[in-house]
């Protein structure tokens, strides 16, 4: 059974503190999905890399705090840990992300013709996964130095009690220079830029939704549902890219085209609902958005102690 994990801000604790046992939680329950045996390795490498990006979305919280040095070192530590392991997911999905496209477009393709294509996807992606697994105790190497990352997180400086203005602000405001770039230039970097902008502050904003849950609980969810299109929108992209550059997968003359016609239509329409919601997530000013979370953290942060006091006195 994976390790428990609570992923926000437990009521009466100091923020360092919290921050670091975050920190340590996603970072052991990585190590647990890459070193269990008999996990379904798929869903271990999935889990893993979701715990790497919470990992660095967190770092980047209280990276004003830990230092820009030990920032780095650990933000390297979890990009390469994610990295060793990307090309088993990103394969992973390419046929599920097919049957998407089908169940968007159900007309333009026979359930033939979707099944024929699915299954050389999978069979591309179980090749590829075999090929990366078969390279050396590839699972204990990336463990190796998750262990060695718990170790300088459990070092870090982290102390009292104060609400991390910088390290929001900064993402927040480079999630919103995401959004203007991704208007002006819709090329498929900087959607992926902006979606790793968009979840880390989905992060941040998830963790301290215990200040006030109905009003910041609702955000998580919008960014969820952000991120989650412009997760789809950077799969499709994947989807059509790896038709392109693998010969041996595509469909046959008009069919080849029509299913990348068909991909680059549905990442419009999910580009579109992106810019729509992200408007809105984005629409306050780096200051004003971060001074507003500020003050629904102060209140919360006043009504605890208030509730502990009339507990001692009770």
């Known amino acids: 059974m994976a390790p428990d994990t609570i992923f926000e801000l437990r009521p009466g604790h100091p923020f360092s503190s919290e921050?670091?046992?975050i920190l340590l939680e996603q970072t052991d329950r990585a190590i647990w999905q890459l070193t269990t045996p008999g996990l379904d390795v798929d869903a271990a490498v999935h889990d893993a890399r979701k715990c790497f990006k919470r990992l660095r979305g967190v770092l980047r919280l209280v990276r004003?705090?830990?230092?820009?040095?030990?920032?780095?070192?650990?933000?390297?530590?979890?990009?390469?840990?994610?990295?060793?392991?990307?090309?088993?997911?990103?394969?992973?999905?390419?046929?599920?992300t097919l049957e998407k496209v089908h169940e968007r477009?159900?007309?333009?393709?026979?359930?033939?013709?979707?099944q024929r294509l699915a299954a050389r996807l999978r069979a591309h992606h179980e090749a590829l996964r075999d090929r990366v697994l078969s390279q050396e105790a590839l699972f204990r190497q990336v463990a190796a130095e998750?262990?060695?990352?718990?170790?300088?997180?459990?070092?870090l400086p982290l102390q009292g009690n104060h609400f991390p203005s910088q390290g929001l602000s900064r993402v927040y405001a480079r999630g919103r220079r995401?959004?203007?770039?991704?208007?002006?230039?819709?090329?498929?970097?900087?959607?992926h830029e902006w979606r790793k902008r968009v979840k880390y502050l989905r992060f941040h904003v998830r963790i301290l939704s215990p200040a006030w849950p109905p009003v910041l609980g609702s955000v998580?969810?919008?960014?969820?549902v952000l991120s989650e299109l412009l997760g789809l929108d950077h799969d499709l992209a994947e989807l059509r890219r790896t038709l392109i550059e693998h010969p041996e997968l595509r469909l046959h003359g008009a069919e080849q085209?029509?299913?990348v016609r068909m991909i680059e239509i549905y990442r419009q329409e999910l580009e579109a609902r992106?810019?729509?919601?992200?408007?809105?997530?984005?629409?306050?000013?780096?200051?004003?958005?971060?001074?507003?979370?500020?003050?629904?953290?102060?209140?919360?942060q006043e009504e605890t102690a208030t509730r502990r006091r009339k507990s001692l006195n009770s």
Not at 68 to 78: D, I, P, Q, V, Y
Not at 105 to 114: I, K, L, N, Y
């Open 19 to 21: 921050i670091k046992r």
């Open 64 to 96: 004003d705090d830990v230092g820009e040095k030990r920032f780095a070192e650990l933000n390297a530590l979890f990009r390469d840990a994610g990295r060793a392991l990307s090309d088993i997911r990103t394969s992973a999905v390419l046929s599920e």
């Open 105 to 114: 477009f159900p007309r333009q393709f026979s359930e033939a013709e979707v």
């Open 146 to 155: 998750l262990q060695r990352g718990r170790k300088l997180i459990k070092n």
């Open 178 to 191: 995401g959004l203007a770039r991704c208007q002006k230039d819709p090329a498929v970097a900087h959607f």
């Open 220 to 224: 998580t969810e919008e960014l969820v």
């Open 257 to 259: 085209g029509k299913t």
């Open 274 to 300: 992106s810019f729509s919601i992200g408007m809105r997530l984005y629409a306050e000013k780096p200051g004003r958005f971060v001074s507003r979370m500020h003050a629904y953290w102060r209140v919360w």
